[in-house]
């Protein structure tokens, strides 16, 4: 199954929880899903945006969840395996 981890977060929620300054978080402009396998589900939103289904934007990877943003532009970023955040 998947899980809504975080998706819109106020400013000062954001800077609490140590989110990035800049956080499409802080915009409802990003999601973050919850997935026993986030491998599998980065690999469908990639397709998502190589087809044009969804907007290109920013697309991490971590332990338990995938991040996806509308930024309007490439950006990626691979720390499954470092600890989530």
Known sequence: ???INSNYRSPVFNC??????NSMHKTGGAI???????R???KLIL????????PEGGVG???????YDIRGTFA?????????K
């Open 1 to 3: 199954g998947l899980t």
């Open 16 to 21: 609490k929880i140590g989110g990035a300054t």
């Open 32 to 38: 973050d899903i919850g997935t026993r396998n986030p």
């Open 40 to 42: 599998e589900l980065h």
């Open 47 to 54: 397709k998502l945006i190589s087809q044009g289904k969804i």
């Open 61 to 67: 990877i971590y332990k338990s969840f995938v991040h």
């Open 76 to 84: 990626r970023w691979y720390p499954i395996n470092k600890k989530d």
